[in-house]
């Protein structure tokens, strides 16, 4: 039987701390499978042209559930601030936020959806496996079975996966590399190379923003006419180069300045000190090595996002992982590098530099 609590008792457990919030985060999966379909099902590139009624979004979208949980969809979006409403129930007019208008249309260039695309066909099923990760430290993603497939070879040999995996990498570091190529003076410097360099799109900006610098973009070899194309819509074919190789076998493109977006973070420790030594001895005297991460601040409290992105990297590489600002400079300084600094960008995001 269900005791009942003594006035003293309730006075108590009025004083308690608030559970909302272990029952908001421990119940996060909802409201992102909710972003996710919506993202999904290209509801906000509908909405996008005209506000529309419920019914108009279930029958465009095709939707074959009941009209109360079509309320509930896109009313969830609504109290997560993702859509705006005028009206209620069946005479409601739906219509993007601002945010959503700008990053989730998908005819936008601003469009940033490409890395949720990917979580909802991806990672939201491999996620499922973190605490099996945590046991044994092995990935959770497509070689969970136990191959020892090269991911990336993997994923490169069907073109749509390949298309999929570079949007979504151009989507989740596009508001960086804009702001890396407007913060950082790279009118001092000659030539780049952004090594894993996906579709060009780092390669892009710095480009379009500095007029007197050569770029190249450098990525396996199935990457090549994706980034190709990409830099042939920006009419930048005579001023960045595409190569392709191994990063991680094969000899990197020489330049004064040496950029990785996403890259080090997937690779183990000793992997990742291979890699910036070979970075170092490519480099000539006075060159630039920039990493573009979710850097993690040294105290380790504050940026959540790197902490799960390293978790992420768990899921894909098991002992892979982002870092801090001072394991770069370890790393670094190990190489030979003379001096390191730090560029905040968009998010939590940040450019961890080294000079030699």
């Known amino acids: ?186 009118n001092n410097y000659k030539s780049l190379t952004d090594v894993g360099g996906a579709d060009g799109f780092l390669s892009i900006q710095i480009a379009l923003n500095h007029p007197d610098i050569h770029c190249t973009t450098f990525d396996l070899p199935p990457v090549e006419p994706v980034a190709k194309s990409r830099i042939a819509h920006f009419n930048l074919s005579h001023r960045i180069d595409v190569a392709s190789g191994d990063f991680l076998k094969d000899a990197l493109p020489a330049a004064e300045v040496i950029t990785m977006g996403n890259i080090l973070h997937g690779m183990d420790e000793n992997t990742k000190q291979e890699v910036v030594n070979k970075v170092y001895d490519i480099l000539p005297e006075g060159g630039v090595f920039i990493a573009i991460e979710n850097i993690i601040d040294n105290d380790r409290r504050k940026n959540t996002f790197g902490m799960l992105m390293s978790l992420n990297m768990l899921i894909e590489n098991g002992e892979a992982f982002d870092y801090t600002f001072d394991d770069f400079g370890r790393w670094v300084k190990k190489a030979g590098f003379k001096k390191t600094s730090s560029l905040t960008l968009a998010g939590p995001a940040s450019a961890a530099i080294a000079y030699k």
Not at 38 to 59: H, N, P, R
Not at 138 to 159: I, V
């Open 1 to 186: 039987m269900t005791q009942i609590a003594t006035p003293e008792e309730q006075t108590k457990i009025m004083q308690q701390p608030d559970p909302s919030k272990i029952m908001q985060i421990g119940m996060g999966f909802w409201p992102s499978k909710v972003l996710l379909s919506a993202v999904k099902f290209k509801l906000f590139t509908v909405l996008s042209a005209q506000s529309l009624t419920a019914g108009q979004i279930k029958e465009n979208l095709q939707l074959k559930t009941t009209d109360r949980h079509v309320y509930d969809w896109l009313d969830t979006l609504v109290s997560l601030g993702f859509l705006q409403r005028d009206g209620l129930l069946e005479t409601a007019l739906y219509c993007n936020a601002p945010d959503t208008d700008l990053f989730l249309d998908k005819n936008k260039p601003s469009y940033i959806g490409g890395i949720l695309e990917m979580s909802n066909s991806r990672l939201y099923p491999f996620w499922a496996n973190l605490d099996d990760g945590l046991l044994t430290g092995q990935r959770q993603n497509e070689s969970r079975s136990g191959s020892n497939m090269d991911f990336f070879r993997e994923l490169y040999k069907s073109p749509e996966k390949l298309q999929e995996f570079v949007d979504a990498m151009s989507g989740i570091q596009m508001s960086n590399f804009v702001s890396l190529a407007h913060e950082f003076d790279f």
